[in-house]
């Protein structure tokens, strides 16, 4: 049973900074790729950000480029979201997925936590 625990969220002035952690466990053999996506109050959920497993390649959608940063400690088998310079706009909640294969789409997620920028 894969289960991904997220933390990290919270409210926050804009201009500031969070980092999020997800936390994964059943991944007897390991994944593809982990990725955060993100859902503001009436929109879909979309992209932010992800990382590949086994390389560390990483992307990024526009918005958050040069602001946030993906990272993994595959150790422990956990992947960190660092946001900086945070906009009202990127209030959301912010959901961890796991890909297990290239062939699949994002098969696992989070419960997600809320990140808040005040203006």
């Known amino acids: 049973q894969v289960q991904l625990v997220e933390s990290g969220g919270g409210l926050v002035q804009a201009g500031g900074s969070l980092r999020l952690s997800c936390a994964a466990s059943?991944?007897?053999?390991?994944?593809?790729?982990m990725a955060w996506f993100r859902q503001a109050p009436g929109t879909e959920r979309e992209f932010v950000t992800a990382v590949m497993w086994s390389n560390g390649l990483t992307s990024y959608a526009d918005s958050v480029k040069g602001r946030f940063t993906i990272s993994r400690d595959k150790a422990q088998n956990t992947v960190y979201l660092r946001m900086t310079t945070l906009k009202p706009e990127d209030t959301a909640v912010y959901y961890c997925?796991?890909?297990?294969?290239?062939?699949?789409?994002?098969?696992?997620w989070g419960q997600g936590t809320q990140v808040t920028v005040s203006s």
């Open positions: 059943g991944l007897t053999f390991g994944s593809y790729a």
């Open positions: 997925a796991v890909r297990m294969t290239p062939a699949t789409g994002y098969d696992y």
